[in-house]
């Protein structure tokens, strides 16, 4: 079955430490996308990547760090410098088409939580 | 740049209710439209598009009609079941990236 799989489905990080959260597609789409959503909250975009070893900041960029090696991965990682690193963090995929039909398919996420 | 407002919830109706959940966007082009839901505990799932004026997104008994002229995309169901519980996303795609509303969280109570 083609799909989004995230990896792990809980996290827990100790004060200082970097934490990498997985994210693999086998729909051929060639963007990818990094949420972060807070309890009651929308999802704030962290970064994005349209083309392999290419990826631009969202919105909140600040404390992540993400890597586009393959066409299919696209790696977060929480650092240290994130001091409230604990939410639901959604990883999506989507074709890129000139008309803006940016349809958008998303992992079952990962809840991180600091120990 | 791009923006998107949804009506403020939670939302509680009793099964076989009405219900409209307000979305309107604000864009610098012409973007498609789009409603996704989030059961508890998963990620976000589609649930109807509209790519341009007039557009009417259906599915599952939802539906939503692209109204350029009121900037507008509400989320209409004629008669909401306890499963139809879950968080609904109103959002926009321009060229490679999507803006999302804050949610609205609906209840259905049997």
């Known amino acids: 079955d083609g799909g989004i799989t995230q990896s792990p489905k809980y996290l827990f990080r100790k004060e200082g430490q970097n934490v990498t959260l997985s994210c693999e597609q086998n729909?051929?789409?060639?963007?990818m996308y990094w949420y972060r959503q807070d309890p009651g909250q929308g999802l704030r975009l962290i970064y994005y990547?349209?083309?392999?070893?290419?990826?631009q900041k969202g919105d909140i960029a600040e404390g992540y760090s993400v890597s586009r090696e393959k066409k299919e991965s696209f790696p977060l990682t929480v650092t240290s410098a994130q001091k409230n690193p604990t939410a639901f963090y959604l990883c999506?995929?989507?074709?890129?088409?000139?008309?803006?039909?940016?349809?958008?398919?998303f992992g079952a996420g990962t809840r991180l939580s600091v120990l | 740049g791009d923006s998107v407002t949804q009506m403020e919830g939670p939302v509680t109706l009793s099964e076989e209710a009405f219900l409209t959940i307000n979305c309107t966007y604000t864009?610098?082009?012409?973007?498609?439209l789009f409603w996704y839901v989030q059961y508890p505990g998963e990620g976000l799932q589609l649930l109807l598009k509209?790519?341009?004026?007039?557009d009417k997104g259906s599915n599952k008994g939802f539906e939503a009609t692209y109204r350029k002229e009121t900037t507008s995309f509400h989320l209409e169901k004629g008669s909401v079941q306890v499963s139809d519980s879950a968080v609904y996303f109103c959002?926009?795609?321009?060229?490679?990236?999507?803006?999302f509303g804050d949610g609205t969280t609906l209840t259905v109570k049997p």
């Open positions: 999506a995929s989507s074709t890129l088409t000139s008309g803006g039909l940016n349809i958008q398919y």
């Open positions: 729909l051929n789409h060639d963007a």
């Open positions: 990547s349209q083309i392999v070893n290419d990826f």
């Open positions: 864009a610098t082009g012409y973007p498609s």
């Open positions: 509209a790519t341009k004026a007039d």
């Open positions: 959002a926009l795609s321009e060229i490679g990236k999507s803006t």
